[in-house]
């Protein structure tokens, strides 16, 4: 009977996807080989992720236990209305979040759970409560997980499933006590000193039995959600440059047991803090990264060059910040923008000085490009700083070409290699109202003034 139940179980479940997700027969994502700026799945076209993301979006992050639980639902339904596909389903290590290591927060306290293994003793950790089993898995946690997932793939989202935070244990004061693989908080003998100025080792190949146990759960989690086609994997946010060694270590971990799977997802690293480097990012087996700074990625993004797909995210850019003009230019030079939104401070409370549109002017304009992304020829488009005076377009050549004017309004550009005639759309960022301009003939540099008599503003020209 038992037996009877599971399948009829998993037959509901497979029922259950194939009719929430339109695009169940496209297959998970792959680095496209046409245009390796994009992912793509068995559609053959490139799938532009954008969309924003916030911390309790896998775990509740709450003052008191129960209290002010995080609306998925309702997280999702946002996503929607502004056009996103994309978004991270955070981690976190610890059992709690000290945000006075946020320096201008004053939430004070926040209790995370659940956690990813079950507290059944003997013996109680340090918070007081029954030590961890690291060996075995909570329930809750993983149903969670395979839940949210699911509703996300309904929608057509896409999820990057982060499995550890590196920050926290860094930053939130206290926060080496509050980890499960602290060696008083479990009974798995981890054999790591309760030495404070240790604690990053958890994160590195130093511990034989640690990095064991990490790959258990890592495994566990694969296997919860293989089925699914709407997922990347994240190894940490934000940890500390020593553990480039174990992260390289886990993608190809989670490469390696995937190959043996029914599916193989997109595997990403994102940047190291505090003090990690760019290029230990592009150097990685990673398929994607996130960088930071340096190099532009704020105000003036480095054209991607198709050597890792990039998705460049605002919380390693500036934390609490992002703008218009970034989205697009990032969308511009060919990679896939993301915002870490503070969501109404549903967590965090920052003393922002900043007026508030400003998350909104934010999420509106990645919404847009991603209307645009769909729009052009984005799998056979390339970034081009040469074609445009603004230095800003995706350009399809002999096709079309997408232009940004960020801070001007004229703008030339070179159609000289590219005779025949041109039909002509403006639209303004800012305002989103869109107006058909004049044909105009190719062959030559052209110079164009945009309508609305404003920077901000995109011209895209289609070859008739």
């Known amino acids: 009977m038992k037996n009877l139940y599971k399948s009829y179980a998993f037959f509901l479940t497979l029922l259950f996807l194939i009719s929430c997700n339109d695009n169940a ?8 080989s046409v245009n390796p700026r ?72 926040l209790h995370i759970y659940p956690q990813p293994y079950l507290r059944k003793g003997p013996g109680n950790a340090i918070d007081g409560k029954p030590k961890f089993d690291l060996s075995q898995y909570n329930p809750e946690y993983f149903e969670r997980l395979e839940r949210k997932i699911q509703a996300a793939a309904k929608r057509n989202i896409f999820v990057s499933i982060m499995l550890f935070e590196g920050w926290g244990i860094q930053f939130s004061p206290g926060g080496y006590k509050s980890h499960p693989y ?34 258990a759960y890592v495994k566990e989690v ?64 990673a398929d994607w990264i996130s960088p930071n700074g340096k190099g532009g990625y704020r105000e003036n993004p480095p054209v991607a060059d198709g050597k890792k797909v990039i998705i460049t995210d605002t919380d390693h850019l500036g934390g609490i910040w992002g703008t218009r003009p970034w989205a697009w230019k990032s969308f511009l030079r060919g990679m896939n923008p993301i915002f870490m939104d503070i ?28 209307k645009f992304a769909e729009k052009i020829d984005l799998i056979n488009s390339q970034p081009d700083q040469n074609i445009a005076s603004t230095e ?37 960022t800012i305002s989103g109202i869109s107006v058909e301009g004049e044909t105009l003939n190719g062959g030559k540099t052209i110079e164009l003034q945009t309508p609305f008599f404003t920077s901000e503003t995109i011209v895209h020209l289609i070859k008739k």
Not at 60 to 81: C, H, P, S, V
Not at 344 to 366: C, D, F, Q, S
């Open 38 to 109: 994009y992912f793509t799945n068995n559609s053959g076209k490139a799938i532009y992720l954008t969309g924003m993301h916030s911390w309790n979006s896998m775990v509740e992050m709450t003052r008191l236990i129960g209290e002010d639980k995080f609306d998925y639902e309702k997280y999702l339904d946002l996503l929607e209305a502004y056009n996103h596909n994309f978004f991270r389903l955070w981690a976190w290590d610890l059992l709690t979040w000290n945000t006075k290591g946020n320096r201008d927060s004053n939430s004070g306290i």
């Open 25 to 32: 027969e496209l297959g998970p994502l792959k680095v496209s």
């Open 222 to 285: 694969i296997e919860t959600v293989n089925k699914f086609d709407n997922i990347l994997f994240e190894i940490s946010n934000e940890n500390n440059p020593v553990s480039t060694e174990w992260q390289y270590h886990m993608i190809n971990f989670i490469k390696e047991t995937e190959a043996k799977m029914e599916k193989s997802h997109p595997v990403g690293m994102t940047f190291q803090y505090k003090g990690g480097s760019n290029q230990t990012l592009f150097d990685s087996p």
């Open 343 to 370: 969501y109404y401070r549903k967590v965090l409370e920052k003393n922002i000085k900043l007026n508030t549109e400003w998350p909104e002017e934010v999420r509106v304009a990645l919404g847009q490009t991603r």
């Open 182 to 215: 602290h060696m008083a908080n479990n009974i798995n003998n981890t054999g790591l000193s309760e030495a404070d100025s240790l604690r990053l080792e958890i994160y590195t190949l130093k511990h034989e039995k640690i990095t064991r146990l990490q790959e």
């Open 392 to 428: 800003y377009c995706l350009a399809v050549p002999g096709k079309e070409y997408l232009v940004y004017l960020p801070d001007t309004n004229i703008v030339t550009i070179n159609l000289r290699d590219d005779p025949g005639k041109f039909t002509c759309q403006w639209f303004n």
